[in-house]
């Protein structure tokens, strides 16, 4: 590149900040990988074109805001008008690297959506005596395509479950109401560039648990986020919480992930599981009860897993993302 102070601004030197390899293009636009937002992409100058002081200034206000959504300082510049002489602006490389760096940071949070087809409860009573009982919740996240989960996840989208029961009526309903209460919600970032992303100022690090508090945990997948799951590939464990309550410790309520072969649906696989007990006076059997209706408003007394989903924000990006939809079964 001829790009200096005492120097013409070339083709080239418009072309590296924008769609050459390395250039704002790959975060700004389609992208690859965990690199795209699905933005307009800039368009190249041809060799020895003149650049205009209109795609100079799309350069600067688009770097600009890529600097707002990721919360990134970056040196202060103005746009040049139509008519004006293009001036060299310092730094450009420099932020554009920064914001490259950045890129899965968002400053601000995007709607929250908890609406699914199907069903997230049991309603009726699950066990019998002192046996063992599994209750399976299966959630299906899918995209509207793979470029679109793409931009969901790297543009700062977050998917989230989380638990509940209060039916009451046999001796270990209580016990399974807090164990329940206590998993708090998870969150599936991406794991854009290989490590926690920052969204409206909470680190998100791939799998991340928050307000949840007691029981004994397990497993908690903390560096692995939507990147870091293998299209087509087996499930993953995110998630374990075991009951730290004697004399029911051998439950637990646990998570897996799973990625279809094209990239476009997400498997959440939660299973509450209750092993045989012994001892006088002692059942598992656990009662059902109301169902939680869909959108999410207030949860019903049965036992109850929703996932839902916060879209990335459009306070800086245009939603080239979609609405993803969530589809719930319960076994």
């Known amino acids: 590149m001829t790009y200096s102070v005492t120097g013409l601004i070339q083709a080239s030197d ?28 800039f368009t190249s100058v041809a060799a020895g074109g003149t650049v205009t002081a209109t795609q100079w200034a799309t350069l600067v206000n688009n770097l600009a805001t890529a600097g707002s959504q990721t919360n990134t300082t970056l040196t202060s510049r103005t746009a040049p008008s ?23 940071n968002a400053a601000v949070a995007g709607a929250f959506q908890a609406a699914w087809t199907g069903s997230v409860s049991k309603t009726t009573a699950t ?29 700062g989208g977050l998917v989230f479950w989380t638990t509940n029961k209060s039916s009451t009526g046999t001796d270990i309903d209580p016990d399974w109401n807090t164990f329940a209460g206590q998993v708090g919600t998870i969150y599936l970032s991406g794991r854009v560039n290989g490590a926690a992303q920052t969204i409206a100022g909470t680190s998100y690090t791939g799998t ?45 309520i646990k998570t897996t992930a799973a990625v279809n072969a094209g990239s476009t649906v997400l498997t959440l696989v939660t299973t509450w599981v209750q092993p045989a007990v012994s001892g006088a006076g002692t059942t598992c059997n656990i009662t059902g009860g109301t169902s939680t209706g869909s959108p999410l408003n207030l949860f019903g007394s ?30």
């Open 302 to 331: 049965a036992p109850a897993t929703v996932c839902g989903f916060n879209l990335p924000s459009t306070t800086y990006l245009t939603a080239s993302w979609g609405t993803p939809t969530v589809a719930a079964s319960v076994a």
């Open 208 to 252: 991340t648990r928050l307000n949840g508090t007691g029981g004994t945990q397990t497993t908690l997948a903390t560096t692995t986020g939507w990147y870091s799951l293998t299209a087509g590939g087996a499930a993953t464990t995110l998630f374990q919480l075991n009951n730290a309550t004697s004399p029911y410790t051998g439950a637990y």
């Open 127 to 155: 066990g019998s005596g002192q046996s063992t009982w599994t209750i399976t919740f299966t959630h299906t996240v899918t995209f509207p395509s793979a470029d679109q989960a793409r931009y969901f996840w790297n543009a």
């Open 82 to 104: 139509a008519g004006q002489t293009i001036t060299i602006l310092a730094n450009v490389a420099t932020d554009i690297t920064s914001v490259t760096t950045n890129r899965g």
């Open 14 to 41: 418009y072309n590296g900040f924008t769609t050459n390899s390395g250039g704002l293009n790959d975060i700004w636009s389609t992208g690859s990988g965990d690199k795209g937002w699905g933005q307009t992409a």
